[in-house]
């Protein structure tokens, strides 16, 4: 069925996540969404009410799921990019330079800085003649090499601090080639997900937030930033993280 000419869709990868998810049942419940895609590895779980699709996040896959969505909602107006992974089976953040191991280190850059690229890469030629297009990816905080203090955890500031000199560049390219689209690098801050699970002890009261919530402030400060081509690295608060 053709999309109505003032009808506006949105697209979230990463859909099965904590923050994904909450992330389209925001924009699913906005009302001025009549199509909201995601992507994600089970497709089978998503609410009712959204385009569901189902990847393993390879780049011939990224490219065609990118092309389908492209091509039926062409006027993508939110895109929220929330691939993250922090630990898994044989990995988990590194407190020392000896612990150090390339293949945890590649498993982490691939999902942190490497598939939001090539998710952007993919959508990019799509968004030329988009009149207003706002993108956020989850980064984080401990990604800014101004504001690291404490060091550690090599491979996932690396990664976050990669991604976002990629979505920077990102920034620049698309002024000039999309001058309706808006990216954004958004730490969420403390969320009670699987991803913060085993570091949430001492998390001050109130800091530790819902899904819900960083979804909530997340749709909040989409609206409020439209396309001005510059990348905003900004935290769920909206004040702005140093590089």
Known sequence: MAEDDNSAQALVV???????????????QDGRFDTVWTVSR??????????????EHDEAHIKVLSEQVLAESPRLSRVVIALGTLHGEGYGPEKSLEALEGASMEAVYRVNCMLPLLWLAALAPGLRKNPDCRIAVLSARVGSIGDNGLGGWYSYRSAKAALNMGLKCASIELARRAKGVKLMAF??????????????????????????FVAERLS??????PADGELSYLDWAGKTIPW
């Open 187 to 212: 730490h969420p801050g403390t969320v009670d997900t699987p991803l913060s699970e085993p570091f949430q002890r001492g998390i001050p009261e109130g800091k530790l937030f819902t899904p819900a």
């Open 14 to 28: 990463g859909g099965r996540g904590g923050i994904g998810s909450a992330m389209a049942t925001q924009l699913a």
């Open 220 to 225: 909040e400060l989409l609206d409020s930033h």
């Open 42 to 55: 089970n497709a089978s779980d998503a609410a009712p009410g959204l385009r569901s699709l189902e990847t």
